[in-house]
């Protein structure tokens, strides 16, 4: 009987950065990666005191912090499962990643993972290609901060978390109804959505009120979420009227 392996199980393996890898790839990936977990409000250590090296995410959701020599901190990105962090190339970083919910990483140092691509060069493709899309998803971020009004900002964070709600493991969406609500845990505090969405949290607490009151937005105890009518949660986001 064969033994089954860690990337064998992995709830990610379809849209983790590994994917692309064949067989004998996954095998060594297998034995040169370690898992590791970090519990929620730590920063996230991959190896010498350094985030050099690549970490996979497995499952949670981790914050990119850059902080400020006043002690203020700005959350530039929010990476999910199956999202990539760290500095494999040994370029260094200007933010610092803390895990926002418990957080079960895949941990490559940067020796084992410039193997890998050296073997595999297809994920070095992958690689320059999702570092294209995430900046790419940045500048939208910059249009976002720089033009959109903080009605705007908030219904546009539920709506990307509702976004990805609303997709399968393998990145499909669901196959539910175009108004079928759409339940998710929010995995940062409203703090942190004000640290986000350069906000105050009084202006952050008025705009999810004013998305409750108008029945898009529903909520149980701090962190539970329901989208009611993603449609409208969409117009607020763009600032059109129903």
């Excluded at 199980?9 to 977990?37: F, Q, Y």
């Excluded at 370029?91 to 193997?115: H, I, N, P, Y």
Aim: aromatic share 4%; hydrophobic share 45%.
């Amino acid at each position: 009987m064969t033994m089954r392996t860690a990337c064998d199980t992995c709830a990610v393996r379809d849209r983790a950065l590994c994917h692309v890898l064949p067989p004998e790839g996954i095998a060594r990936m297998n034995r040169l990666s370690i898992r590791k977990r970090v519990p929620a409000g730590r920063m996230i250590v991959l190896s010498n005191q350094e985030q050099e090296g690549l970490a996979t995410i497995i499952s949670g959701v981790v914050k990119l912090v850059r902080w400020m020599v006043d002690g203020r901190q700005q959350i530039v990105a929010l990476q999910f499962a199956g999202n990539c962090i760290g500095s494999p190339l040994g370029l260094g970083s200007s933010v610092v990643a803390v895990a926002a919910t418990d957080v079960e990483l895949c941990c490559l140092d940067q020796k084992r993972f410039d193997m890998l691509l050296s073997e595999f060069p297809q994920m070095l493709r992958l690689m320059l290609q999702n570092t294209m899309a995430e900046l790419n998803a940045s500048r939208d971020w910059m249009l976002l901060l720089g033009r959109k009004t903080a009605e705007e900002r908030v219904a546009t964070l539920f709506q990307m978390l509702a976004d990805r709600e609303n997709a399968t493991e393998c990145g499909h969406h669901r196959h539910i109804g175009p108004g079928a609500p759409i339940s998710y845990t929010l995995p940062i505090s409203r703090t942190d959505i004000a640290d986000f969405l350069g906000l105050t949290i009084e202006t952050v607490s008025r705009q999810i009120q004013h998305l409750k009151k108008l029945g898009i937005l529903e909520f149980e105890g701090q962190r539970g979420v329901t989208v009611v009518d993603i449609a409208a949660l969409r117009r607020q986001a763009e600032h059109e009227q129903g």
